[in-house]
């Protein structure tokens, strides 16, 4: 067997964009079924065990695997494959005890930290997710090895390997408890017992290809470094970026308890009643973060051109490319946004009829704004760190978390706001740190972006298609659900009507699309030099006839 042939620099990031996409896609598939296979309570059971999980994987493998991506690259550009041999061997070991001290956390502990959540009902969820943190563990140590040697695939095979085994197992095990009459609290560790399965799953492929690839590696002469020096090269790539990471999962960690502790100990609901508006609000989130997800592809394709920008001291060419990667975000997450704040009740009575549809709404039209600033948020952090400016993107998130926090201490305590404040704060929080970012970038770079071209125009057209989506909704649902075939009084009345509510969204977002992209070509909102940055941008951009 021929040894692998690494990737481009390019074609790697490809991989993993097209691996993202399709990740997220499978998430969304898991996700949003599940929101209407669990109760409200249930779901957030789920989303309490997850939260636990994702600071401790956080901590465990934030900045581990760049560090032993680095050190990997650096010995094979040396050519030292002794060097190599030994950072992953270290790398292992070190992954394998965070590993095994993240899982024994949430595996001996899960009533304390289920009290810690004010959510005793997490118990079961925590407990089954547990292991998951190990098998992660390995699995990084892994992929920091193969991105080390320019070798996206397996990280990216793994990484949809995940996001089916999740689809697969979790879906499956919650429908079969739930059918036999399982405790809800049960049914989401049903559900969250598919990502420690994937996990395992994703952990043995990716050993696999390892094992594979170090059998096709030569002899070497070098001489590596001691395991001390190794581990101690480790932590000092990894701690910072880990300390930045673990930030948000953090934020979110505290948020999660705060939440459903204010709920409780100054709003006055029971703990069920907490669980359950936690529950509606989670599921607003679950759509609330679908466009920030798929940006992550962008960021991967875009951003790594500042840095060779800046490699050469072409800063006139960076800020180019960081106003390229802002207009294309603003282009793409604006109407995402604006179409979620005026179509939020609709969307939540489509994906799910068995919630409070009307507070679930409120929320995800307040949320569709706040999921702008979180995607512009992703986009300016990139850019900072392409600048080298990562203390910047780490003070900004800890001012915005923190405003958050004190943001729901206060509303959601208030028994008038309660869960509402949440959303509120979500917005604050995202709108804070995308603003800093800007501000920092507009006063500080050597060459900063024009703002005004930047958000101008697709602020513009996605206004306008925002108007006209509602009113075509409106318009639909009055024709098809109220008068027309779909709001017959029939034993099949209230079926017929979700069928007209579904009919009248696709409609309404079909034509918003059209809408959308004829005014962004009108108005020459984007630019040639927009698509260039894209594959085959030229022929794109000759196509469409863009100046």
């Not at 952990?203 to 001390?228: A, I, Q, V």
């Not at 507070?359 to 569709?368: C, D, E, F, R, V």
């Not at 630019?527 to 951009?541: E, T």
Request: aromatic share 8%.
């Amino acid at each position: 067997m021929p040894k692998p042939k690494k990737d481009s620099f390019f074609g790697g990031a490809a991989v993993l964009a097209a691996a993202i996409v399709v990740v997220k896609v499978l998430g969304a598939m898991y996700k949003i079924p599940l929101g209407s296979l669990l109760t409200d309570a249930a779901f957030a059971d789920f989303n309490t065990a997850y939260y636990i999980y994702s600071l401790l994987l956080v901590i465990s493998t934030g900045g581990l695997p760049i560090a032993v991506s680095k050190l990997v690259s650096e010995a094979n550009a040396l050519d030292r494959g002794n060097q190599v041999k030994q950072v992953t061997r270290v790398a292992m070991i070190t992954f394998c005890v965070m590993g095994v001290v993240g899982s024994s956390i949430m595996l001996f502990f899960p009533a304390q930290l289920a009290d810690l959540m004010n959510n005793s009902h997490s118990y079961w969820s925590i407990l089954v997710l547990a292991p998951a943190v190990f098998f992660i563990c390995p699995m990084a140590a892994a992929r920091g090895y193969f991105q080390g040697h320019s070798l996206m695939a397996p990280t990216a095979i793994s990484q949809v390997i995940e996001a089916a085994g999740k689809l697969i197992f979790g879906l499956s095990l919650a429908w079969i408890l739930k059918a036999n009459g399982a405790d809800e609290s049960v049914c989401a560790a049903g559900a969250i017992a598919g990502v420690t399965i994937s996990s395992a799953l994703g952990m043995l492929f990716t050993l696999y290809c390892y094992r594979n690839h170090r059998m096709h590696l030569g002899k070497y002469t070098d001489r590596p470094d001691s395991s001390k020096e190794i581990f101690k090269t480790l932590m000092i790539l990894a701690i910072p970026i880990t300390l930045s990471s673990s930030v948000m999962s953090i934020a979110n960690l505290i948020d999660a308890s705060l939440v459903q502790g204010q709920l409780q100990n100054a709003a006055g609901f029971t703990e069920q009643e907490a669980r359950t508006l936690k529950g509606v609000f989670d599921k607003a989130v679950t759509i609330y973060n679908l466009p920030s997800q798929l940006m992550l592809a962008l960021t991967i394709s875009i951003i790594p051109a500042v840095s060779s920008a800046l490699s050469l001291k072409k800063y006139r060419q960076a800020a180019q490319v960081s106003e390229t990667a802002l207009r294309t975000t603003a282009l793409l997450i604006i109407p995402a946004g604006m179409g979620l704040s005026v179509l939020g009740e609709p969307i939540i009575r489509l994906l799910y009829p068995t919630t409070d549809v009307e507070l679930a709404g409120y929320m995800l039209s307040i949320l569709g704004i706040a999921a702008i600033f979180v995607c512009l948020m992703q986009i300016s952090n990139s850019i900072l760190q392409a600048y080298r400016l990562m203390h910047i993107a780490l003070f900004t998130t800890i001012i915005g978390c923190t405003v958050k926090v004190i943001m729901n201490f206060v509303l959601v305590g208030n028994p008038d706001i309660n869960i509402r404040g949440a959303a509120f704060s979500t917005l604050v929080c995202f709108g804070l740190i995308a603003i800093l970012n800007l501000a920092y970038m507009h006063f500080a770079l050597p060459a900063s972006p024009n703002y005004l071209r930047v958000f101008y125009k697709p602020f513009v057209c996605a206004g306008n298609m925002a108007l006209a989506v509602w009113a075509i909704n409106g318009l639909c649902s009055k024709v098809l659900v109220h008068l027309g075939p779909f709001g017959v009084k029939t034993d099949a009345g209230l079926e017929l009507s979700r069928l007209g509510s579904a009919a009248a969204v696709g409609i309404s977002i079909l034509i918003g699309v059209v809408i959308y992209f004829a005014l962004v070509f009108l108005t020459q909102a984007i630019s040639k030099d927009d698509v260039a940055l894209m594959p085959k941008g030229d022929k794109i951009a000759k196509f469409l006839r863009l100046q």
